[in-house]
C-alpha cells in the first residue's frame, strides 16, 4: 500500500468509476531573479501516465524546469520537471510560492493541485499554490514498467501465496516486473531517490525566485521535505508537514507500522458501523465481528473470486487494496460498507473501483505510473532487501499485528529484492540545525503514517526546528480532514508566521 494522499475527489473518482464500469510561482508574474527560467504557459490535458482528467482550467499554469540526471554532473544530461501553479489572489501581499508534495511516493502533483486547491483557498489568497511531478513520476521523465495489460494481470496476482503454485506465480510475477522496469527504465532507476528529489526541490526554489522554500508535505512528502531541510536547513522558509512518515523507521518497521495503522483504522471503521445499529449495512453486533466476517470474505476470495468488472474478478488481493483505499480518508467509509457488502452477496464491484483508485487504474483501464514510480523511489532509498526465508519468519508478527492487512504487508518486504539498484540508506537523515520551525502534525487515527511518526520527525529535526501539533481525528493527513482547530494553527503559521505552541492537540468534533 503506498503512502500516498488521497486527492479530495477520492469519492467522486468513485463515483464516476461506477458510471462508466457495467500543470506553476513565482513570482507573481515577476517573482524574482530566478522566475524567468521558467516559461508559464496554458496546461495541457494531463497524461496516461499522471492519472488522466481534464486540464485543470484557465487559472492555471504550466511550466518544465531542467535539471540534472545526475547531481554529480550537473552540466550532463537533463531531465524535465513537470510542474503547475494557481497565482496568488492578493498580488499586494503574495508573500511567496507554497510548494506541495501530495505523496506516494509516486503521485502526480500537477494532477493532484487542481483536484486538491479549494481546500487551500485561504492560503492561495498569498501564496502562489505550486507543485510538480518529481522525478521518475508522472511527466517527469516517468519510470515506466509493464503495459496496462500486463499491469492487470500483475496486480491480479496473489500477493499472500499460500501454495507453492501461489509461490511461484508470486514471484515470477514480481521478477517479470522487474525486468521490465529495468529495460524500460534502467538509467533513470538510480537517480530517482529522495535525496535527488530533494536537490531537484531546491532548484525548483531558485527558479521561482524565492529566497527560502516554503513548503507543504504530506505523507512521503514529510520525507522529502525533511531530507530537504537536513540539506538546505538556511533555505527553509515555513514549512507543515502533515501525515509524517517516521524517520527513524527502516522498510520492515515502516511496514509493520502501517499492518498495526490500517488495523486500528478499519477497528474504528467497524465501531463506528456498530454504533450506527440498524443504519449498518454490515452483519455483526460488534466490531470484532465486523472484523471476523472481512477475515472471512478474504478467505472466501482466496478460494473462488467473485464476479468484478468486466472479465476481472474481485480476488482475495484486489479486496485487501480496496479495502485499504477506504481508509485513508473517513470519505471513503461509507463506500467500504457498501463494497463488503456487496461482496459478502456475491457482487465485487465496488471494491474492485476502490483497489484501482489505489494502483492507479482509471476507468478506461489505463494506469498512471504511481505503482512503478512507488516501487522505483522506495528501492532507490531503502537498503533493505529481504529473502524469502527472511519474509517467512517475519510473517507471524505481521499477521499479529493485522489479521487483514498482515500477510499483504508482510510478503512486501520482498518488494526490492531483485531490483537492479542499490539503496541509499536504512533510515533517511532529517536533522536540520538552523531550520526555521517546521510545523509537524500527526493524525491519531492515521492508518499509514501512525501517529507517533511525528513526535519522531519532530525530535529528529532537532530542538527548535520541528513543532508538533496533535490532531484526534480519522483519515491520512489532518489540514483536509475540515477540521477547523488544524486549519487555524497551520494557516496562522503560513500566512502570519505565528508558530503554535508545542504539543498543541486539536479534537475532531
Not at 483536509?480 to 486549519?487: A, I, L, M, Q, T
Amino acid at each position: 500500500m503506498p503512502r500516498h494522499a488521497l486527492r479530495v475527489t477520492a469519492a467522486t473518482a468513485v463515483a464516476a468509476a461506477l458510471l462508466t464500469t457495467g500543470a506553476c510561482s513565482g513570482g507573481g508574474d515577476g517573482g524574482g531573479e530566478g522566475a524567468g527560467k521558467l516559461d508559464w504557459g496554458k496546461c495541457p490535458v494531463p497524461s496516461a501516465t499522471q492519472g488522466g482528467g481534464e486540464s485543470p482550467g484557465a487559472n492555471w499554469q504550466c511550466a518544465t524546469l531542467d535539471v540534472p540526471l545526475d547531481y554529480a554532473e550537473p552540466d550532463g544530461e537533463k531531465i524535465p520537471l513537470a510542474l503547475i501553479r494557481l497565482p496568488a489572489r492578493d498580488k499586494d501581499r503574495r508573500i511567496g510560492s507554497l510548494v506541495f508534495n501530495f505523496g506516494g511516493p509516486g503521485g502526480s502533483g500537477v494532477t493532484t493541485l487542481p483536484g486538491a486547491a479549494q481546500e487551500y483557498a485561504t492560503l492561495n489568497e498569498r501564496y502562489d499554490l505550486v507543485s510538480f511531478d518529481p522525478r521518475g513520476v508522472g511527466g517527469s521523465a516517468p519510470v515506466t514498467c509493464e503495459n496496462d495489460k500486463q499491469l492487470d494481470a500483475y496486480y491480479a496476482t496473489d500477493s499472500t501465496p499460500e501454495s507453492p503454485a501461489q509461490l511461484k506465480a508470486f514471484l515470477d510475477a514480481q521478477r517479470t516486473y522487474q525486468a521490465a522496469c529495468e529495460k524500460k527504465s534502467g538509467e533513470l532507476l538510480p537517480h530517482v531517490g529522495t535525496e535527488n528529489a530533494a536537490r531537484d526541490l531546491n532548484a525548483l526554489r531558485e527558479a521561482l525566485g524565492d529566497d527560502k522554500l516554503h513548503y507543504f508535505g504530506i505523507s512521503y512528502g514529510t520525507e522529502l521535505g525533511g531530507v530537504y531541510a537536513h540539506l538546505f536547513p538556511e533555505r527553509v522558509g515555513r514549512a507543515v508537514f502533515d501525515a509524517v512518515v517516521d524517520p527513524t523507521k527502516n522498510s520492515e518497521e515502516s511496514a509493520l507500522g502501517q499492518a498495526k495503522g490500517f488495523q486500528l483504522a478499519l477497528r474504528n471503521f467497524a465501531q463506528d458501523c456498530v454504533d450506527r445499529g440498524d443504519a449498518c449495512r454490515l452483519q455483526g453486533s460488534t466490531a470484532e465481528e465486523i472484523e471476523e466476517n472481512i477475515v472471512k470474505l478474504q478467505k472466501s476470495l482466496a478460494a473462488k473470486p467473485i464476479p468484478g468488472i468486466g472479465d476481472r474478478p474481485l480476488t482475495e488481493t484486489a479486496a485487501t487494496n480496496g479495502i485499504a483505499q477506504s481508509l485513508y480518508s473517513k470519505e471513503l467509509w461509507p463506500y467500504l460498507e457498501q463494497g463488503l457488502d456487496e461482496a459478502e452477496g456475491g457482487q465485487g464491484q465496488l471494491l474492485l473501483v476502490l483497489s484501482d483508485l489505489l494502483n492507479g487504474r482509471d476507468r478506461f483501464g489505463r494506469y498512471s505510473n504511481i505503482g512503478a514510480a512507488n516501487t522505483a523511489i522506495n528501492c532507490a532509498d531503502s537498503k533493505e532487501r529481504y529473502t524469502l526465508e527472511q519474509t517467512r519468519d517475519k510473517l507471524p508478527e505481521f499477521k499479529k499485528a493485522s489479521t487483514v492487512f498482515g500477510g499483504f504487508l508482510g510478503w512486501g518486504l520482498l518488494g526490492c529484492t531483485g531490483w537492479p539498484v542499490k539503496g541509499a540508506w536504512e533510515t533517511p537523515d532529517v536533522n536540520a540545525p538552523g531550520a526555521a520551525p517546521i510545523l509537524v502534525i500527526g493524525n491519531t487515527g492515521d492508518p499509514a503514517t501512525p501517529y507517533e511518526g511525528a513526535r519522531h520527525m519532530a525530535e529528529r529535526l532537532g530542538p527548535g526546528v520541528g513543532v508538533e501539533l496533535t490532531y484526534e481525528g480519522e483519515g491520512h493527513g489532518a489540514y483536509n480532514s475540515g477540521d477547523r482547530c488544524v486549519k487555524a494553527a497551520v494557516d496562522a503559521y503560513l500566512l502570519d508566521g505565528k508558530v503554535p505552541g508545542a504539543g498543541t492537540v486539536c479534537k475532531a468534533a
